[in-house]
């Protein structure tokens, strides 16, 4: 078999420090088969991705594939990697707010894990797709964000934290509004937010919010999600990979455009998590936090890609017929009340 010379030192991959001092890898892999990979196709990248040197796994229940991803896991670890050089996450689905410690629970089963190094939130918005209601589309039942509630959810995440189950708990899908609600009333603060982050969509008022109060974030669809499921696309959309800025960095360095998204990732300070089934892809993303690094030129004209271009809207959490996904995200820099 030819051998392939894409295996990254671990070791070297820039490390974030999270308030904890526990250190997290500046990138990691995405596990959502956005509905075109199978669970088996992706519990098999993850070890590859394992083996060419990523450590930091997203994973959640709602993808599906939880149960292959810890037999994947296990192998991982039988071959002499320890528990603590991983980094691994999941996310309590917006069903299970009122349920955070048997969805956790279920999750480190399914994982084959005695701890998360993270739990998040994924959606501030609790979500109980009725009886015929697809995950697709608007649940009439869907309800606002309501942060006496969601401090609920919260107070279940401290509770697993304090159990010894996860490691740190985190928020995902959130604005500066509801954030600063969280940090008010949290006994135990988040450490980490995952947000959508690829160069079009920057959102650097909720970046600087977050390196303020010392929250680490994870960037998805670090690359403009190309491949997201067509229920995510609209017509406006940007796509990051064809960017004239992107696409020409990218040309200077001889990489794939997406290699240039990721490489800004880690530049700027998020760990993005791209995701790949493929292993020449999933190499290169690694590869691309290490080496070759982008110049502080090239970094601030990356600067101007941005184009606000939200990609992952949300509409299905509305709770009101004729909104528009901008009242999930409080444009107005208010709660959009209920
Ligand atoms: N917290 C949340 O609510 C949330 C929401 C969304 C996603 N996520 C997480 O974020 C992860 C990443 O997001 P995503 O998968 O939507 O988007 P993404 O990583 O931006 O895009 C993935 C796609 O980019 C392409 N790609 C990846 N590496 C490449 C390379 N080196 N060269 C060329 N193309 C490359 C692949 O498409 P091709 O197959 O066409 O090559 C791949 O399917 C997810 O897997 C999930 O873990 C979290």
Not at 6 to 13: L, N
Not at 23 to 34: A, D, N, R, W
Not at 98 to 109: N, P, Q, R
Request: hydrophobic residues 40%.
């Amino acid at each position: 078999m030819e051998k392939l010379n894409d295996i990254i030192d671990p070791q070297s991959v820039p490390q974030r420090n999270l308030y904890t001092g526990v250190k997290m890898p500046g990138i990691g892999m995405g596990t959502f088969g956005s509905d075109r990979f199978t669970a088996e196709e992706v519990a098999n990248a993850v070890k590859g991705a394992a083996e060419v040197g990523f450590r930091l796994f997203d994973c959640a229940s709602v993808y599906g594939n939880e149960h292959l991803i810890g037999e994947v896991f296990k192998e991982i670890m039988e071959t002499g990697i320890k528990r603590e050089e991983l980094f691994i996450t999941s996310k309590v689905w917006n069903d299970k707010h009122d349920d955070v410690i048997e969805s956790c629970k279920k999750t480190l089963k399914d994982l084959q894990l005695d701890y998360l190094d993270v739990y998040f939130v994924h959606w501030p918005f609790p979500n109980f797709h009725g009886k015929g209601v697809s995950i697709d589309s608007r649940d009439p039942n869907a309800k606002p964000y309501i942060h006496e509630n969601y401090m609920k959810t919260w107070r279940q995440m401290e509770q697993l934290v304090e159990m010894g189950l996860v490691k740190h708990i985190g928020t995902s899908n959130m604005t500066i509004p509801k954030l600063k609600l969280v940090l008010r009333d949290a006994k135990i603060k988040p450490a980490i937010n995952e947000m959508e982050l690829h160069p079009c969509f920057q959102q650097p008022e909720l970046f600087d919010y977050l390196k303020e109060n010392e929250i680490v974030p994870i960037g998805f669809c670090p690359i403009g999600s190309p491949t997201r499921p067509d229920r995510d696309k609209t017509e406006n959309d940007f796509v990051d990979i064809e960017d004239p800025i992107v696409v020409k960095i990218a040309k200077a360095h001889g990489v794939h455009p997406a290699v240039i998204c990721v490489k800004w990732a880690v530049q700027r300070g998020q760990s993005p998590i791209p995701f790949s089934i493929y292993r020449n892809e999933y190499a290169s993303n690694l590869k691309a936090a290490v080496t070759d690094l982008l110049t502080d030129e090239e970094m601030k004209e990356m600067e101007k890609v941005d184009k606000n271009c939200r990609l992952i809207k949300g509409d299905v959490f509305l709770w009101k017929a004729g909104q528009t996904w901008e009242a999930l995200w409080d444009v107005d820099g208010e709660i959009t009340p209920a």
